[in-house]
């Protein structure tokens, strides 16, 4: 096995390992840059959990009328999770959970 040695120099950021930072970047990100980047994750995780009520209702093979009944949840909050208007909260993301890992069953108890 070869040995490769690297030399890390704490004044050129491209030699910091993976997981450093670079603490010049760090002082001069103001709160502006916080909240934006605040922002762009809430955007995401919409997004994840909008992608996963739509799979788990597909999964199903239910339109989404029919899931909203399934789940005893309107219609109106279906189309907003799966746009990613809102997010499915407490009670709601535990329920999708078990429909997607074990679909019979949940749909079972449902009925």
């Given amino acids: 096995m070869k040995t490769v040695r690297v030399t890390i120099d704490p004044a050129v950021p491209a030699s910091l390992a993976k997981g450093r930072i ?13 909240a934006f980047q605040q922002a762009a994750d809430k955007a995401e995780a919409m997004q994840d959990a909008a992608k996963f009520a739509r799979r788990v209702r597909k999964r199903l093979g239910l339109s989404q009328a029919e899931f909203s009944e399934c789940i005893d949840v309107s ?14 909260t407490g009670a709601a993301k535990a329920l999708l959970r078990v429909l997607d890992k074990a679909p ?8």
């Avoid at 760090?26 to 709160?31: I, L, Q």
């Avoid at 019979?104 to 009925?111: G, I, N, P, S, T």
């Fill in 22 to 34: 670079d603490p010049a970047r760090v002082a001069a990100t103001t709160e502006t840059d916080i």
């Fill in 75 to 88: 219609l109106d909050t279906i189309r907003n999770w799966e746009q990613g208007k809102r997010c499915p």
């Fill in 104 to 111: 019979e069953a949940a749909l079972a108890a449902l009925h």
